[in-house]
Antibody
Framework: QITLEESGPTLVKATQTLTLTCTFS??????????VGWIRQPPGKALEWLTLIYWNDDRRYSPSLKTRLTVTKDTSINQVVLSLTNLDPADTATYYCAHGGDWGYYFDYWGQGTLVTVSS | QSLLTQPPSVSGTPGQSVTISCSGG????????VNWYQQLPGKAPTLLIY???HRPSGIPDRFSGSRSGTSASLAISGLQSDDEADYYCTSWDDSFNGHVFGTGTTVTVL
């Protein structure tokens, strides 16, 4: 079965760079059509899509964050890494990674999420 | 990017039906399929409806989705206490080639 798990720091300081890792199993990110996305949710607020990386290394970014975001993959160890630079307390959120279904048009499996707090 | 617009909350009594609307534009809902997620309190979202009206395995047929023009709807029939959750619509947006999420709707079972 497909599982995903996010890992990384729980507390980071403003202006620093956040690096989160999504470790997955049950699928390969080298298989045609497969993708992994990142979504975040500030406490008490709505979900916000961040980025999507495809099997062919094509990437999509949220236009409001694309200058600060980078997503990479390592298919040999089934991981996707998200980097977010120049952190602000407004980046405090639970960060989720998710498997993209149907060529990435929806997310059919999600990790449990990891809460990241950005201190000023 | 603009969010899809949903009502902040809807409520109903057990057994009733409720509908959640999702309003977008020509670059998203108007030209792409709509998906819905359910987020139970303190949990990660789960896929509820994909490609406008399809239910993943295990999702009861009390949940149904539809799309018309630049809007979509999620209907919940036979409302149950377990349905108390936040619901989000999403679609692909051609203006930036990425996902756009709705503002979210909290369903309360009275």
């Amino acid at each position: 079965q497909i599982t995903l798990e996010e890992s990384g720091p729980t507390l980071v300081k403003a202006t620093q760079t956040l690096t989160l890792t999504c470790t997955f199993s049950g699928f390969s990110l080298s298989t045609t059509g497969v993708s992994v996305g990142w979504i975040r949710q500030p406490p008490g607020k709505a979900l916000e899509w961040l980025t999507l990386i495809y099997w062919n290394d094509d990437r999509r970014y949220s236009p409001s964050l694309k200058t600060r975001l980078t997503v990479t993959k390592d298919t040999s160890i089934n991981q996707v890494v998200l980097s977010l630079t120049n952190l602000d307390p407004a980046d405090t959120a639970t960060y989720y990674c998710a498997h993209g279904g149907d060529w990435g048009y929806y997310f059919d499996y999600w990790g449990q999420g990891t809460l990241v707090t950005v201190s000023s | 990017q603009s969010l899809l617009t949903q009502p902040p909350s809807v409520s109903g009594t057990p057994g009733q039906s409720v509908t959640i609307s999702c309003s977008g534009g020509s670059s998203n809902i108007g030209g792409n399929t709509v998906n819905w997620y359910q987020q139970l309190p303190g949990k990660a979202p789960t896929l509820l409806i994909y490609s406008n009206k399809h239910r993943p395995s295990g999702i009861p047929d009390r949940f149904s989705g539809s799309r018309s023009g630049t809007s979509a709807s999620l209907a919940i029939s036979g409302l149950q206490s377990d349905d108390e959750a936040d619901y989000y619509c999403t679609s692909w947006d051609d203006s930036f080639n990425g996902h756009v999420f709705g503002t979210g709707t909290t369903v309360t079972v009275l």
